[in-house]
C-alpha cells in the first residue's frame, strides 16, 4: 500500500497536470469503486467543475473544485492514478476515467478494486471516508515526544503498533514504520510503556526525517511517473531494513530479522536495535 511519501508523491506529480482544468465528464466502469454518494449522482455532480487545488491527509487525497465542493479518494493496495493524453493505452483494470478540457484524462486504475472515492458538496462534512478519525500529520509541530508519550506511554502495546495507528499519526505505514524504528535504533516489539523521554524525542526527530527522506527520493517528473505507471517511481533501492531480511545491516553488518508484530511483518536488526543487549 503507498503510504505517505508516495501518496505526497502523486500529489506533487499529478497537481500541475490537474490544476484549472474543467472536468468534462466521467466514465465508471466500476460502481463499487465510488462510495459515497452513488455512481451516478458522483459522476453528474462532477461534470463541468473546474479543479483548483489538491491536497494530502494522511493516505488520502483530496481535489479541491472551483466551487467548494470536492472528492477524496484513497488508493489502498493496487489503486493507482494517472494524468494521461486521451490517446494514451490505457491501462488493464482502469475504474474511472475523467475527461479533461485540457485534452488529458485522469484515469483510476485498481487490480484488487479496494481503492474508493467520495464526493462532498461544499459545507457538506465528510463523515464517510475515514480521514475525520485521523491523528495528527507527521510533520505537525503538535506532534511531539510529550504528545506521544501522553498517548502510548502507559500502553504495553508495542512501539511498531504505536507507529501504524493512524488515530494518533496518519499516513505512516508498515513500509515507514521499519525504516523510522531502525533509524531511532528502537526495538519495533518493544512495548511503549517502556521507553524513556530520551527514546520519545529521538523517535519524534526521525519521524519527519525518514519521511522527508524518501519524499526527497521519490522525486519524479510527470514523464518518469507516466512511463513507470504511477508505480515504478517508489524508493526501494533506498529502503535499509524493509524487505531487506536476511541481508546485512547497512550500519554493522548483522544479519537482518524478519518478525510478525499484531499480524504485520517487520523487519529490523537486533544489533542496532537493541535485542541483543535484552531491551
Known amino acids: 500500500m503507498p503510504e505517505l511519501p508516495e501518496i505526497e508523491t502523486i500529489k506533487r506529480v499529478l497537481l500541475p497536470q490537474m490544476k484549472d ?5 466521467l466514465t465508471v466502469k466500476r460502481p463499487e469503486v465510488i462510495a459515497y454518494p452513488t455512481a451516478g449522482e458522483f459522476c453528474k455532480r462532477l461534470a463541468g467543475q473546474k479543479i483548483c487545488d489538491v491536497n494530502r491527509r494522511g493516505k488520502f487525497l483530496t481535489v479541491l473544485l472551483e466551487s467548494g465542493d470536492s472528492f477524496t479518494l484513497h488508493l489502498r493496495m493496487t489503486g493507482c492514478l494517472l494524468v494521461t493524453p486521451s490517446d494514451y493505452p490505457a491501462e488493464k483494470h482502469t475504474h474511472i476515467v475523467f475527461e479533461l478540457d485540457n485534452g488529458n484524462e485522469i484515469r483510476f486504475s485498481d487490480t484488487r478494486r479496494f481503492g474508493r472515492f ?6 457538506e ?12 500529520e507527521p510533520f505537525d509541530r503538535r506532534l511531539t515526544s510529550e504528545y506521544l508519550k501522553d498517548r502510548f506511554g502507559t500502553r504495553r502495546k508495542s512501539i511498531k503498533e504505536c507507529l501504524l495507528d493512524q488515530s494518533a499519526i496518519a499516513g505512516i505505514g508498515n513500509i515507514y514504520s521499519d525504516e523510522i524504528l531502525f533509524a531511532a535504533k528502537l526495538l519495533p516489539k518493544r512495548p511503549a510503556n517502556t521507553l524513556i523521554i530520551d527514546e520519545w524525542q529521538r523517535l519524534i526527530s526521525k519521524i519527519s526525517e525518514v519521511l522527508i527522506y524518501f519524499i526527497e527520493k521519490n522525486a519524479v517528473t510527470p514523464e518518469e511517473y507516466l512511463q513507470g505507471k504511477g508505480q515504478e517511481y517508489r524508493n526501494t533501492p533506498f ?4 524487505g531487506n531480511d536476511d541481508k546485512p545491516c547497512p550500519i554493522c553488518g548483522e544479519l537482518l530479522c524478519k518478525t510478525v508484530i499484531a499480524g504485520r511483518s517487520c523487519v529490523y536488526c537486533p544489533t542496532c536495535q537493541g535485542e541483543t543487549e535484552g531491551i
Open 118 to 123: 467520495w464526493f462532498f458538496q461544499n459545507g
Open 21 to 25: 482544468a474543467t472536468i468534462k465528464t
Open 239 to 242: 529502503l535499509r531494513v524493509y
Open 125 to 136: 462534512t465528510d463523515s464517510y471516508s475515514g480521514i475525520d478519525k485521523l491523528g495528527l
